[in-house]
């Protein structure tokens, strides 16, 4: 063993869906027996210590009774967690000679290490591996339960392994000085992905075909007697608008938010990419291959701000707005979370990111979903209901809703009352399912789920192709100024109604783009090349319906 040298490997930390890199170097020099760790580390990562001293006993590389000091460059930057466990003792493994020092340069080490010199999954591997791609490395070594989703990245090269003992070899390590490797059990994340890996078992299936068989399970026919609130469901997916359902219970407003993923389009591959980041950064388990579906997160009304909007007094972790991004984000009993909580909702509303900052740093996540939210009219709930008396006094509904803010309200797109469906009308879809035969849609809404992703198909096409020049492709998306254009505002005869209710302070300056945005939606569901008064007047009435 060369005293005096120095050993370097390189990590990432991570800093939101980035991260930077790492460089680790590990010095051995004459001195009192001591193993330090400096650069900034938090708790956990100052722990990697004992772990890593027990794993390269166990490996047969023990630590020598000399000065071992272990830098983590830069220094001005925070350390979090252990995934740079492995990058640390491979920096130890170079110092020592037992290894090439050249080698451990030209790759990013991520992974924990156990006290048995197992190398272990850790959170975030995807966007780390990521981010090493970024900072022009071509090799990343992850262990072998995180391989699947390494290899979700593409262009890189995936070095999984089980063991230190393991990546010592792959370094060209002479076997013979290595102690030999014991037979761990695997951890469950291993046999996880074994059975995945398996041909013909279908005992699990892919997290895709299961959100897949969830979508089609989940049909815009059964929704009875509500071919209004169908008829916004199209728009909200058709442009990816924000939606807000507000009705008595049993009406419908969760039956309708539910069956919103199924009718979206699936997520192109940097999206899906983005949204595999997210989940690996909260831990979430990915499937071996890339789940293209929306997804649908529907957090109790409980939820803290924190675990809504993200955050965290370590890590900066990512909210369920963000693990929402590219799908839809439910918010059922709106008015009963927290105020302070939805109104912080208002930024990542307009901007499509949520940008979180503490005193350690800042982190920046993707927030580019649909907000659907339901509420009651009142406590009670039967405010307004023309078959049961509310309970409630006359000022409660007023107060009720108003734990919505005005500014909140201004930036949901389309503002909807459901009602419960009359028992006439269930009587009658009663009667016509006992015509019908098993499994018919005769007796349900005449819009299927494929009718509807027909339909937002096609919208989202004609909108893609109107705005191919610009940098987006929904209409939700669509800056104010380039909607206030002469060439793209709808003409005279058919603005005139939105003029006037900006007039009368019906809507806001806002809310006046928000207009022309799903009157432009309702254009492309129409297949008409500009908006037209109908359409206009159809957007409006999303507006001003509920006041």
């Not at 060209?172 to 078992?201: I, N």
């Not at 999206?271 to 071996?288: D, E, F, K, M, N």
């Not at 901007?351 to 920046?364: C, D, F, M, P």
Request: hydrophobic share 45%; proline share 7%.
């Amino acid at each position: 063993m060369t005293q005096g040298t120095v050993g370097h490997s390189v990590a990432i930390a991570l800093e939101g869906l980035g991260g930077e890199l790492v460089e680790v170097e590990t010095q051995i020099s004459p001195g009192l027996p001591f193993f330090k760790l400096v650069g900034l580390p938090d708790t956990s990562l100052g722990e990697a210590r004992e772990r890593v001293r027990a794993a390269l006993q166990s490996s047969g590389c023990p630590l020598p009774a000399s000065r071992v000091i272990t830098n983590m460059y830069p220094a001005s930057l925070r350390k979090h967690g252990a995934g740079f466990d492995l990058a640390i003792a491979v920096s130890f493994l170079a110092a020592a000679g037992i290894i090439s020092a050249e080698s451990p340069t030209r790759a990013v080490h991520i992974g924990e290490l156990s006290l048995t010199g197992q190398v272990r999954a850790v959170v975030g591997v995807l966007p780390a591996v990521a981010a090493a791609r970024a900072a022009g490395f071509d090799t990343v070594v992850v262990p072998a339960d995180s391989k699947a989703e390494a290899e979700l990245v593409e262009d890189i090269r995936v070095v999984a392994v089980a063991s230190l003992r393991a990546v010592a070899l792959h370094y060209g390590a002479d076997a013979d000085d290595l102690t030999e490797e014991l037979a761990y059990p695997s951890s469950p994340a291993a046999r996880s992905t074994a059975r995945e890996e398996q041909p013909g078992d279908s005992a699990r299936p892919h997290q895709h075909l299961q959100q897949h068989e969830q979508d089609t399970a989940l049909d815009l026919s059964d929704v009875v007697g509500n071919e209004a609130a169908v008829r916004t469901l199209v728009i909200a997916a058709a442009g990816g608008h924000h939606l807000l359902m507000l009705g008595p219970p049993g009406a419908g407003k969760t039956m309708l938010a539910e069956r919103l993923p199924g009718i979206l389009p699936d997520l192109e591959p940097e999206a899906a990419v983005t949204l595999a980041a997210v989940r690996s950064l909260r831990g979430i388990p990915l499937s071996a291959r890339l789940d293209r579906r929306p997804p649908f997160e529907a957090p109790h009304h409980t939820a803290s701000t924190v675990a809504l909007l993200g955050g965290g007094s370590g890590m900066i972790r990512p909210g369920a707005i963000s693990l929402a991004t590219g799908g839809v984000l439910f918010l059922d009993e709106a008015p009963e979370f927290s105020r302070h909580t939805l109104d912080s909702m208002r930024q990542p509303l307009e901007n499509g990111v949520i940008e979180i900052h503490r005193a350690q740093g800042r982190a920046a996540y993707p927030a580019e979903m649909q907000l659907v939210l339901a509420a009651n009219p009142c406590p009670c709930g039967n405010h307004g209901d023309p078959d049961v008396d509310c309970r409630c006094d006359a000022s409660a509904p007023r107060r009720y809703l108003a734990r919505l803010s005005g500014p909140l309200l201004d930036r949901i797109d389309l503002q909807l009352r459901v009602e419960r469906v009359s028992a006439a009308r269930a009587r009658l879809v009663d009667h016509e399912a006992q015509l019908e035969e098993p499994g018919s849609s005769a007796a349900r809404s005449t819009t299927s789920t494929a009718d509807a992703r027909e339909m937002v198909r096609l919208a989202r096409a004609r909108a893609r192709q109107r705005l191919a020049a610009t940098p987006w492709s929904l209409n939700a998306r669509v800056i104010s100024r380039w909607l206030r254009t002469p060439a793209n505002r709808p003409a005279r005869e058919a603005y005139a109604p939105l003029a006037v209710a900006l007039e009368r302070g019906q809507v806001t300056m806002r809310g006046h783009d928000r207009v022309l945005r799903v009157a432009w939606t309702i254009a492309d569901l129409a297949g008409v090349p500009r908006p037209e008064l109908q359409h206009v007047q159809e957007a409006l009435s999303y507006r001003i319906r509920l006041g």
